[in-house]
């Protein structure tokens, strides 16, 4: 009677493990370079930021933080209050805009859906650049460039539902609800804006942070709509009052403006953090995987 002899375990090699964490790290330290290399420029003096390109500064100059916020007339803070108030209500258009379009391309049956769709879904051919000329004659022929309130060529698109990869995110996402659910409401007498507020809303919370992120981080990020829309120095956001430290008539506050592109990244950064697991929920739900 012959024995029988068990099959040795095969185990992963240590060597392969090494070999990806190291490509890991590489990664990181590629990405993290440019920050680190930011942030260390922020606390040079302004001859050491031509003379020394390393990460660290040899003489630690943390003034460049005070010049920066209060080199200009307007203190630096305005532009990140012109940035926030611009980033959230943008936000809110394109979340409430959005929504709607996409309930009705995603949900709602009627004429022509299907060729609606494909127009919206064409719209993400154009470049944005191409279409900033037309919007600009368009928005000073009504005269909202240079008004009173001159932000509103900047929101007015968001709360038309312009922005059609939101849409379409969105359309996705609502493709995964079952329609059970949209037809137990209309039993129990639902109307269509009944469905809306009582079983799509509810349950689209993951798409809606994700386009919420994205939609604050485009327009805090944002400059060249803004640079062509905004003329006045009390009215300019942050990427574009940024600009301001470059002047080729005088000499550049490199220094400051690294400080305060330092600063600019905060924003971006804590609202990411604070939405990060409900961003990679939306997105794995809304069949945008990669």
């Known amino acids: 009677m ?6 040795p375990v095969r185990r992963r090699p240590r060597n392969r493990q090494a070999l990806r964490l190291a490509v890991l790290v590489a990664i990181v330290a590629v990405v993290l370079y440019p920050l680190i290399w930011m942030l260390g420029t922020s606390v040079k003096s302004q001859a050491e930021i031509v003379n020394n390109i390393g990460l660290l500064p040899e003489t630690f100059t943390p003034g460049n933080y005070a010049e920066g916020w209060t080199n200009f007339d307007v203190s630096f803070g305005r532009f990140f209050l012109n940035s926030a108030m611009v980033s959230l209500l943008t936000v809110v258009g394109n979340a409430l805009s959005c929504l709607l379009a996409a309930y009705a391309l995603g949900r709602l049956r009627f004429r022509f859906r299907k060729a609606w769709f494909t127009v ?6 154009l470049p944005g650049h191409v279409l900033i000329v037309p919007q600009y004659i368009l928005f000073r022929s009504l005269g909202l460039v ?52 009582h079983v ?5 919370r993951p798409a809606l942070v994700t386009t ?9 990020n944002d400059f060249f709509r803004q640079l062509v829309f905004l003329s006045t120095l009390e009215d300019y956001t942050v990427p574009v ?22 600063l600019s990244l905060l924003p971006v950064f804590l609202f990411f953090l604070a939405f990060q697991r409900m961003l990679v929920e939306g997105i794995n739900t809304s069949g945008l995987k990669g």
């Open 2 to 7: 012959t024995a029988v002899t068990a099959a």
């Open 120 to 125: 919206m879904i064409g719209t993400l051919l």
């Open 146 to 197: 240079g008004g009173d309130w001159p932000y509103l060529p900047l929101l007015i698109p968001h709360f038309l539902a312009t922005e059609a990869f939101f849409v379409f995110l969105m359309v996705q996402f609502m493709r995964g609800i079952p329609r059970e659910l949209d037809e137990a409401a209309k039993i129990d007498g639902a109307s269509p804006y009944g469905v809306f507020r």
């Open 200 to 204: 799509i809303l509810p349950l689209s």
């Open 212 to 220: 919420a992120i994205f939609s604050f981080i485009w327009t805090w």
């Open 241 to 262: 009052a940024l600009t301001l430290f470059i002047d080729s008539t005088s000499q550049s506050a490199v220094g400051p403006m690294f400080a305060m592109s330092v």
